[in-house]
């Protein structure tokens, strides 16, 4: 089954910091992976997605992100945090649906920003 | 260019009742996505259509309906709430009927409250 794994409900980095946000999918098929962040009361932004080529994709806000077929995984990651990238963030990797397609979601991970 | 809109923004019901929300994607996008959010969890899939055709449905039950016009607006509607219909209902436009790799673009969502 389809299905999208972030190990980490929430993760608090001080300011000026790295970060990862760790992503792990089950798919059958080749990945169409993406990365989405939530502000609270929002809807979801998208901040950057993979389909194919080069594994390290670029996104909006400084976010970059890695994928790794033989991990099976999608890890998003920021080298220096600001305050105002505290959010929810969300892996999702795309799948076919009968005449269609959809997006799963992984349950997302909070991110926290320490002055 | 306007984004994906959605009316009403809050909205309280009672248990029993029947709710209807309202999606306008882009200009241009003919595809509608509906996603249920229920609070700490990542969006679940419930319908997408295009065209005014479902192209697919999630596990949802019967209750949930939806349908698409020609203006490619979409109404989204939910008979007999029950408490656990509680939560952010978000909606998705893309451009065509999506391949897996078209990017969705969603609006801020509906927050219902079922008491």
């Known amino acids: 089954a389809q299905s999208v794994t972030q190990p980490d409900i929430h993760i608090t980095v001080s300011e000026g910091a790295s970060l990862e946000l760790r992503c792990n999918y089950s798919y059958g098929a080749t990945p169409y992976l993406f990365w989405y962040v939530q502000s609270p009361g929002q809807g979801l932004q998208l901040l950057l997605k993979y389909f194919s080529g080069d594994t390290l994709v670029q996104g909006i806000k400084g976010f970059e992100a890695e994928f790794k077929r033989s991990q099976s995984s999608f890890n998003l990651r920021k080298p220096s945090v600001h305050w105002s990238d505290a959010a929810e963030y969300f892996c999702a990797v795309g799948a076919r649906n009968t005449g269609g397609f959809k997006t799963i979601f992984g349950a997302g991970t909070r991110l926290f920003v320490k002055a | 260019d306007a984004g994906v809109t959605q009316s009403p923004t809050h909205l309280i019901k009672t248990r029993g009742q029947q709710v209807t929300l309202r999606c306008s994607p882009i200009?241009?996008?003919?595809?509608v996505s509906w996603y249920q959010q229920v609070l700490g969890q990542g969006p679940q899939f419930i319908f997408q259509?295009?065209?005014?055709?479902?192209?697919g449905r999630g596990n949802f039950p019967d209750r949930f309906s939806a349908r698409q016009f020609p203006n490619y607006s979409s109404e989204l509607n939910v008979n007999a709430l029950l408490l656990g219909d509680s939560a952010l209902y978000l909606c998705a436009s893309s451009i065509n009927s999506g391949a897996v790799r078209e990017t969705q673009y969603f609006g801020p969502g509906t927050r219902l409250l079922v008491l």
């Open positions: 259509y295009y065209e005014k055709e479902e192209r």
């Open positions: 200009s241009g996008h003919k595809s």
